[in-house]
Structure formats: structure tokens, C-alpha cells
């Protein structure tokens, strides 16, 4: 689709109706294709981002005004079953994670979530972290809020490959912060960065895909351990350790993420580097002596891949912090 057309047109639409607020110049609308997976869909937004500016002025006739509530909503719902389809197709629309989320996570972040600074969310493993941006926006009524967790959606689901539904919700956004006060998400100039960002962050998806590659487990939680971990963001506070529950929930093939938990909130509060290195390689000889099984006639260990990649995650949280 071509956003950044539609943006232009947008645009140049509310300068004629400002100028000259003539009702015909909106008759087009009445006459647009609702679907919404349409190649002409998109000369929708010219009128629906001429509504959101203009409605409060009461100077768009009423027909015009039931068309725009009704096509807002259609858009609104499209998302929401274009999400619920993304969650359920990756196993993430189960109950233990849902009252997870509400009982751990939700509180902390109501009415106050913003891009910056960043937050311990932002490193999550991508699917998982799409579900919690979801979920929080879903339980959201802050009118700003709104605004960046929707922004952190459609970046998340770039860096996933949904590219055309990153970038058509960005547009979304942009059309809803008309309603919002002091936010740059309602500049057009803000969206067309937003949509050039979202172009270069779904590269690497695209990359895999055609290499027949996928990102793997242990390397999400690589990134995730390296975010977590870093001087710059180590911090003890409810967020990070909700993270680590968080992070424990969602593997539950690495039952040692569960004699990691403490180490790890212990590093965060106490900074002592040695302490959790001790820890950690204490655990790791207690899971090779259980799960290596070493023939006599060999001098290395034999590990499933799955145990492999168990170990990589000793080894790796070793290798961080030392």
C-alpha cells in the first residue's frame, strides 16, 4: 500500500476543506470501497484524518460523521482480530498468561507507558512481547498511553514481518492522536519516519525467511539476558523482577530459568558480580552432572539439542558478566 501517498492527499484534503468548507468536496467518501483489504481502501484516510481535525468544530455534515464513526470502528475491529489471530496462531491467548499480566504487569505500567525511557518490556522476546503490548493497550484508557503502546505495536510487529499491518496501524495511530494533546504521533512528518523505521526493522525478517532460517529460543533470551543485565539498565525494582517471572512463564522447556530466578533478582539488587557467578556456575555442574552422559571411551559429553541449549544459557549469562 502507499502510505506515504495517502498521507500527502490527507493533507492536501483538510488544506481544501479549511480554505473552502464546501460539503461536496466530501461526497468521494460515501462512494469508497469498505473493504478494508481493497487496493483503494487507503483513499479512506484523507477523510477519516479530516474528521478527526475537524469534528470538534461541528462544520462536517451529519452523514459524514456516522460514515467516519462507522469506518473508525470497522478499522478498530480489523486490528483487533488481525492481533487475536497473530496471538493464537503463536499458543499466546491462554489464561495463565492473561491473569500473569494482569496481577504482575498491568499495574505498573497503566497510564503511565511512553517510549522513553525504555522499559524492561522492550526486550522481551518479540511474540511475547507483542502480547504484552497488546494486553496493555487493550486495558489502557490513558489517551497518551494509547498512543505510544500503539506505536510499540506496530514496531514490534515490523521486526516480526507484518510489515503492511505495522505500517497501516502507524497510519492508525497517526489518526487517532489527532484527538490527543502535546503528542507527536499526530505529525505526519513523525509517521513517515515511523514507516521508514518500520522498513528497515522488518530487513532482517525478511532475511530469514528467505534463507528458511528462524530466530531461535535461546536467542531471544540471549538478547534478553544482555538487556537485562547491562549496567545501564540493571535496575531492582517490580518491572525487571515481573520480567523474570514473565520470562520463566513463557519456557517452560527451560526448567532451569527457575533456579536462575533468584540469582538473578539477587544480581539486580546487590550488584555483586562474583556472588552470581558463583551461583550460576554452581548450577551449571549440578545440570551437566545430570543430564551429561559421558561414555567411558569419549572424552566430551553427549547433549541433546535441547540440553545444548540449556548449557548455552549458563554459559552465556557466565560470559556477560564477567
Known sequence: MKFNKVISKSE???????????????????????????????SNIKFLYLYQIVKVHETLPSWYVMLANQKMKELEHYFNASFEKILQESRLETKELN??????????????????PTTP???????????????????????KARCH?????AVTLAKLGHLELANFYSVYNWLMAQDV??????????LKHSLQSQKYASELNKQLVREGQEVKAVTELSYYFTQLLNPKNMRYD????????????YYPQYPQLEELN???????????SAEFC????????????????????????????????QLTIYNYLLRIVQ
Open 181 to 190: 494533546a502535546n503528542t507527536h504521533f499526530a505529525e505526519s512528518s513523525n
Open 12 to 42: 492536501a484534503l483538510l488544506k481544501d476543506y479549511l480554505e473552502t468548507p464546501d460539503s461536496s468536496i466530501l461526497n468521494e467518501f460515501n462512494k469508497l470501497s469498505h473493504n478494508i483489504h481493497s487496493k483503494g481502501y487507503l
Open 238 to 249: 517490580r518491572a525487571n523482577v515481573a520480567t523474570i517471572d514473565l520470562i520463566e512463564l
Open 99 to 116: 491473569d500473569f499480566l494482569n496481577q504482575r504487569i498491568a499495574w505498573i505500567y497503566k497510564g503511565k507507558f511512553r517510549v522513553y
Open 121 to 143: 518490556l522492550d526486550y522481551l522476546p518479540l511474540l511475547l512481547r507483542l502480547k504484552v503490548y497488546i494486553f496493555l493497550y487493550e486495558n489502557e484508557e490513558d489517551m
Open 278 to 309: 558463583e551461583k550460576v556456575a554452581q548450577k551449571r555442574t549440578k545440570f551437566i552432572r545430570h543430564v551429561a552422559q559421558v561414555p567411558y571411551h569419549l572424552k566430551e559429553m553427549t547433549l541433546t539439542p535441547m540440553n545444548q541449549d
Open 262 to 272: 533468584l540469582p538473578l533478582k539477587t544480581y539486580l539488587r546487590t550488584k555483586d
Open 149 to 153: 503502546l500503539r506505536n510499540r505495536i
